[in-house]
Structure formats: C-alpha cells, structure tokens
C-alpha cells in the first residue's frame, strides 16, 4: 500500500518513509487560504510557502524583497486552509544569513506566529551554524542548493548551475554537510539531472528537484507556473498543466460584455 494513500497527515518521517519505499514526493508552493486548500484537497504532500511569492504575489523581480512579516501573512493564511500536506516556510533573504542567532530567531517567529511545520534555507556550509542553530530549537530544516534565487546577485544569471566539475564537488559536499547536520530534506533547484541523481542516491534524506531531472526524490514547482497563471516565465523543466491566465481572460471579458450589454444581472440574479 501506497504510504501517500495511508496518511492522513504527512510529516518529515513520512517523507522519509516515502524515500525508503520509492514512492515519490509531490511537492507544490502555494501562498494563500483558496489555493492551499485546493491543493490540500488534491493531496499534494507539501507545500512549500516560497519566498517566490515576492515575484508572483508582488511583482518584485526576485525574491530579496520580501520581509520576514510577508511570509508570516502568507505563511498564515495557508497554514489555516491545509489538513494534510507538511507546511514548510521560507526563510527569507536577510532573515538569517550570517547570523544564526537571527536566524532562531525568524524561525521560531514564523513557528510561533504562522502555525507551519518546518523552515527552509537557501545554502550548503556557508550557513551550516544556523542550520544547526534553528535545528536544535526542535524545528525541522530543509535545504536548497544549486540555483539559490536570493544569490541571483552573486550568480548574475538563472543558468543552469553546478555544469562545472568544481561547482559540482562543492555541491555534493553541501548536500552532505546538509544531511549530517539534520536537515530533513533538501531541494535541488536548476542542475544537470546526473548530479542530482548522485545525490539522491548517496543521502538518506529526501531530495526534491525543481529542474534537476526524473532521478530524485520528487518534484517541486511554483503554482503560479504550473498552472499558466504566470507567462512570461518559461524555462525548459516548467511543464504547464494549464492555460490559466487565458481562462481568466476569457472570463473576465465575457463579463464585461455582460455588464455593458445589460445582461447581467438578470432577473433571477436580482431581488
Ligand atoms: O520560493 C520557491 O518557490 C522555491 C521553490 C522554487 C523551490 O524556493
């Protein structure tokens, strides 16, 4: 029997459960209390309440943008619409870099206040002591290597990451660094899918791939991209389940009609 089929709340250990017996993780972001809910009801396994939200709830054109006090709203509202899935937050950019005793702090701020499941952070060694640090306040950690979106600046570019055999060793070494220090699973964002089959083979932990190929522990996308809300954005690992952003159009233009035609409301429609 399916693990996924018999839970009826998923947690880290059922994430690990899932690894041993090869079933895959499915894994969507959402942002707010109508979303999540559908995706809870649709039995996604985790939602992920990405600092992505800066580019598809706010406009910004990455992720450094957002504050501690955004993600906690967003954080929030989806925490009050999910009954099953695992809620994990992101900590945001400056919430926790270089400083692990910020970083317990943003993340016991986000437990406390939001009602969620564990944190995420974006990086391998380099963040190591607040890892470990938010770790032992009991809250559970996953990690993000390859693409970082809050070190766009130091890339310079979306690219493809981790090409280069250099790159690549420090990225399997994180990965593992990631693992012995506790955290749950790991996201693996925008890297050649060999790589990210090496190291969802070497961890025990979970790895979730976003543009990292079929060999991993499962899939991650934005809503907003998967379903065709967002269109300019097109990468070559997005597959759009939906044309949502014509459906809307369509939708809303009919109205207007509607409206300008005298056609709505109607009689039924009016008291
Ligand atoms: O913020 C986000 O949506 C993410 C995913 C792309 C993994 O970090």
Known sequence: MSVHLNVRKVTTHVLHEMKLKQEKISMLTAYDYSMAKIIDQAGIDVILVGDSASNVMAGHDSTLPITLDEMIYHASS??????????????????????????????????KETGAHAIKMEGGN??????????????PVMGHLGLTPQSIHKFGTYVVRAKKEAEAEKLVQDAHILQETGCFAVVLEKIPAKLAAKVAKELFIPIIGIG???????QVLVIHDMLGITQEFSPRFLRRYHNLSAEIRGAVQTYIQDVKNLDFPNEKESY
């Open 212 to 218: 990292a190929g079929p060999d991993v522990d499962g």
């Open 126 to 139: 380099e963040i190591r002591e607040s890892v470990e640090r938010v770790l032992s306040a009991g809250i």
């Open 78 to 111: 989806v925490v009050r619409a999910v009954k099953r899935a695992l809620i994990v937050v992101d900590l945001p950019f400056g919430s926790y870099q270089g400083n692990s005793k910020l970083a317990l702090s943003s993340a016991i701020q986000i437990m």
